[in-house]
C-alpha cells in the first residue's frame, strides 16, 4: 500500500492560511533565517542542486542548474518569476498551495531571489484564480509588515519585493517566454528561444521562471537538506509528486506521493478504485499535452523519465477514463483545445491543429478514409518537429497515441463506419466540439 509524503502540501488543511503566525508555528521563515545568517548565495544555489530538485512545471529542468545560470550571468536588475498560470486542464495543485499555503511560496521567493542575485519577484497567478490572488497578496503584506519582504530582510542587507500579476485566460501564458511578454504588457506570444530567460528574460534581464510546487519544495530543502530530499522518489526524478486524480474513480481530488507510483496504484489506492460499471480504458496523463496510457502501461512507475516508456508524468493530471470513452472523440476534444489556444504566430501549430481535427471530425462523421490515418501521422510529425513552442510541439501526442494503442478502434471508423464505444458523432450521439 501507498503511503502519502507530504512536503508540498504539509501545512495544507493544517494552518490558517489567512495567518502568518500559523505559518511561522509550523516552521515558517525558518528557511529564510538560516539562509539569510549562514549561507552565501552560492550555498544555497548548491543546496538545491545537489537535492535533484526538477521543475514540476512539467518539463522537469533541473532546479538548481537553473538557479546556477541565474547567478553566474550578470545583469544590475534580476527577477525572479513563480508561474502560477496552471491553465494544463486538470490540474489544480497549484491552486491548493497558493490557497492553503501562500506564506511558503512568498519564502521561496525570496531564497531564490538571494540565491540568484534578484531582488524583484512577479507572480503570474491564473485570472480565474481569484481566492489565490487574495491569499497571496495578503499573504505579501504580512511579510511586509514582519519584516520578511521589502527593505533590510530580517535585518540582513537583503532586499526583495513581490509584485502579483493576474493572467487573463490565455493557456498559452503559462510558457514562460509568453508569460513574460504578458508581464511586459504585450501579446502573450512565445519568443524564440535562445536566448533563454536565464539570461535575457523580464525586460531582457536575467530571470528565473519557476513553478508553483517547484518553489514549493525549496523551504524544506534549505531546512531538513539535500540528502534527505534527495532519498526520496527515484534516482532520476527526486521528492515528491503531487498528483490529481478525476474521472471514472470513485475519489477524485489530489495525493502526494514519492516519485514512482504507478497509474494502477494511483487508481487503486487514491482514487479508491474505478467508479461501479466503469472498466478502464485509458488514462490521460499530465494533461492535454501528456500522454493517453493504456491498460498495458497501468504498471509503468511514473517520474520524468517515464515518457520513454509512453506515460508521460508532466503536471500530475490524471484523467481516468472508462469504455464509454471514443478515443477519436477524446483527440478531437484534444485537438480543439490547442487549436483555440494556439497564438497563431507559427505556421506548423496555427495550421496543423485545425487541419488534423478538420480531419478528426471526418472520421468521427464516417467519411475518413485510410489515407487521413497516414495524414494525422505526418501532422502530428510536423507539429513536434517544427512548431516554435512546447504547445504545438506536444498538440500531436494525442495523435500518436490514438494511432499506436488504439488503432483498430479508429480504423473501425473509417472501415465499418462503427464507433465501437458507441459515443461519438457517427453513432447518432451529440458531438462533443
Ligand atoms: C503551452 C505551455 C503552457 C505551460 N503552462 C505552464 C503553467 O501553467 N505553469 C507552469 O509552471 N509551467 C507551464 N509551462 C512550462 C513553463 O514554460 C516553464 O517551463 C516552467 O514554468 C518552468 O518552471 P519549472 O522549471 O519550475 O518547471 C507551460 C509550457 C507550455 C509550452
Ligand atoms: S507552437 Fe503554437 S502556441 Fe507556440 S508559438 Fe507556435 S503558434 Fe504559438
Given at each position: 500500500m501507498i503511503a502519502e509524503q507530504r512536503i508540498v502540501t504539509e501545512r495544507l488543511g493544517i494552518i490558517d492560511p489567512q495567518k502568518i503566525e500559523d505559518y511561522i508555528d509550523h516552521h515558517g521563515y525558518e528557511a529564510l533565517r538560516k539562509v539569510l545568517t549562514g549561507m552565501s548565495p552560492a550555498d544555497v544555489v548548491d543546496v538545491i542542486e545537489r537535492s535533484g530538485l526538477r521543475g514540476r512545471g512539467g518539463a522537469g529542468f533541473p532546479t538548481g542548474i537553473k538557479w546556477k545560470y541565474v547567478s553566474k550571468t550578470p545583469g544590475d536588475q534580476k527577477y525572479v518569476i513563480c508561474n502560477a498560470d496552471e491553465s494544463e486542464p486538470g490540474t489544480f495543485k497549484d491552486r491548493l498551495v497558493l490557497e492553503g499555503d501562500p506564506h511558503t511560496i512568498v519564502e521561496a521567493m525570496i531564497i531564490a531571489g538571494y540565491a540568484v542575485g534578484a531582488s524583484v519577484g512577479y507572480i503570474y497567478i491564473r485570472g480565474e484564480y481569484g481566492l489565490s490572488q487574495k491569499?497571496?497578496?495578503?499573504?505579501?503584506?504580512?511579510?511586509?509588515?514582519?519584516?520578511?519582504?521589502?527593505?533590510h530582510i530580517l535585518k540582513s542587507d537583503f532586499n526583495f519585493e513581490i509584485h502579483v500579476h493576474s493572467g487573463a485566460g490565455a493557456y498559452i501564458c503559462g510558457e514562460e517566454?509568453?508569460?513574460?511578454?504578458?508581464?511586459?504588457?504585450?501579446?502573450?506570444?512565445?519568443?524564440?528561444?535562445?536566448?533563454?530567460?536565464?539570461?535575457?528574460?523580464?525586460?531582457?534581464?536575467?530571470?528565473?521562471?519557476?513553478n508553483v510546487e517547484t518553489l514549493a519544495n525549496v523551504t524544506a530543502i534549505i531546512r531538513n537538506g539535500a540528502e534527505w530530499y534527495h532519498a526520496i522518489g527515484t534516482p532520476s526524478s527526486a521528492g515528491t509528486k503531487v498528483f490529481?486524480?478525476?474521472?471514472?474513480?470513485?475519489?477524485?481530488?489530489?495525493f502526494e506521493v514519492p516519485m514512482g507510483i504507478s497509474l494502477r496504484q494511483a487508481i487503486d489506492t487514491f482514487g479508491k478504485g474505478m467508479a461501479s460499471g466503469s472498466t478502464f480504458k485509458l488514462a490521460q496523463t499530465g494533461g492535454s499535452s501528456g500522454s493517453l496510457v493504456p491498460p498495458d502501461l497501468l504498471d509503468i512507475p511514473m517520474d520524468?523519465?517515464?515518457?520513454?516508456?509512453?506515460?508521460?508524468?508532466?503536471?500530475?493530471?490524471?484523467?481516468?477514463?472508462?469504455?464509454?470513452?471514443?478515443?477519436?472523440?477524446?483527440?478531437?476534444?484534444?485537438?480543439?483545445?490547442?487549436?483555440?489556444?494556439?497564438?497563431?504566430?507559427?505556421?506548423?501549430?496555427?495550421?496543423?491543429?485545425?487541419?488534423?481535427?478538420?480531419?478528426?471530425?471526418?472520421?468521427?462523421?464516417?467519411?475518413?478514409?485510410m489515407k487521413d490515418l497516414e495524414n494525422l501521422?505526418?501532422?502530428?510529425?510536423?507539429?513536434?518537429?517544427?512548431?516554435?513552442?512546447?504547445?504545438?510541439?506536444?498538440?500531436?501526442?494525442?495523435?500518436?497515441?490514438?494511432l499506436t494503442h488504439f488503432r483498430p478502434e479508429v480504423e473501425a471508423h473509417i472501415i465499418s463506419k462503427d464507433c465501437l464505444a458507441g459515443v461519438c458523432a457517427m453513432s447518432g450521439q451529440p458531438a462533443l466540439v
Open positions: 491569499r497571496f497578496s495578503h499573504a505579501i503584506r504580512q511579510a511586509r509588515q514582519n519584516g520578511y519582504l521589502g527593505e517566454t509568453a508569460l513574460i511578454e504578458s508581464i511586459e504588457g504585450k501579446r502573450g506570444e512565445p519568443r524564440t528561444r535562445p536566448p533563454y530567460p536565464t539570461t535575457n528574460g523580464l525586460w531582457n534581464m536575467p530571470t528565473l521562471v519557476n490529481t486524480i478525476f474521472g471514472k474513480v470513485n475519489s477524485r481530488g489530489f520524468f523519465d517515464s515518457f520513454k516508456a509512453g506515460v508521460v508524468m508532466g503536471s500530475g493530471a490524471l484523467l481516468i477514463c472508462d469504455q464509454n470513452t471514443c478515443v477519436v472523440d477524446l483527440a478531437r476534444v484534444l485537438l480543439n483545445f490547442f487549436r483555440v489556444e494556439s497564438c497563431g504566430k507559427c505556421n506548423p501549430c496555427r495550421i496543423g491543429n485545425m487541419r488534423a481535427q478538420t480531419i478528426l471530425n471526418g472520421i468521427a462523421q464516417g467519411i475518413g478514409t501521422e505526418m501532422i502530428g510529425r510536423y507539429l513536434y518537429e517544427m512548431s516554435n513552442c512546447g504547445l504545438g510541439q506536444t498538440a500531436g501526442s494525442p495523435l500518436r497515441d490514438i
